[in-house]
DNA sequence: ACACTATTTGGCTATATTGCCAAATAGTAA
DNA sequence: TTACTATTTGGCAATATAGCCAAATAGTGT
């Protein structure tokens, strides 16, 4: 593999990391509709601040969330909701794979 | 969060933990057209074949990728080729956020 | 200045991932 | 059987990630 081809492939995979643990895929699921302050998201998934606060940070550096200061607080948006469109096909990824699995009991 | 919450995004980060990897984006990148064997792959891409092994069985496992045997080859083909949608807004985001950057440095 | 709230950062340990080598396995062909 | 080819697995060291606690920072309001 090339150096660039290498780089280019080390760009996107940033991006699908950033999206590739539980917590984060939540945290970009509960904005999906609306944006949220950290002290919210941290209700929401139920772990420490600062590790909430460590993934939304992930997320940022992806450049998948943005944030905006408002008085003392941060508000997290989804900057790119097409990494919403990821759903799907990992729905239909679940599925199929469940029907498989059905298929091979028989 | 539920425990069946928590499960469900686990499930949907094991798919995307996945794709998560340089090598394995390329390796979904070149079954994009064409089936390929272990080796094909291994050459391409330019590491150790149990490296390259050991990709394809986290893809594999994930149910992105099938295999079939052909003689003593495996041929490994895309079983769910709605994976490679990913790159569409992966491109978008890395796009964006280098536009972003050249907004910045004015 | 002060206290207060919201968030981030540093430090640490535990766990997971990566990639190479060497060895094992599976299947083919003679 | 043997030799051969293609692939997978085990083992290991290096690196990366996750999550908690405690401490630091940033900004508000008095």
Redesign the pocket.
């Known amino acids: 593999m090339t150096q660039q081809n290498m780089a280019r492939y080390e760009a996107r995979a940033k991006i699908i ?1 950033a999206m ?2 539980p ?1 984060r895929l939540y945290i970009v699921d509960l904005l999906r509709h609306t944006p949220l ?3 919210a998201l ?1 209700e929401k998934i139920g ?5 909430v ?6 997320l940022k550096n992806a450049g998948i969330v943005s ?1 905006k ?1 408002e ?5 997290y948006s989804l900057r790119m909701p097409c990494v919403l469109d990821f759903f799907g096909c990992v729905e239909k990824v679940i599925e199929s794979t469940a029907k498989e699995q059905l298929i091979q009991l028989r």
């Open positions: 990391k590739a643990h917590a302050c950290v002290a941290t772990a420490d601040m600062s590790t606060s460590k993934h939304l940070s992930v944030t200061k008085k003392t607080q941060v508000i």
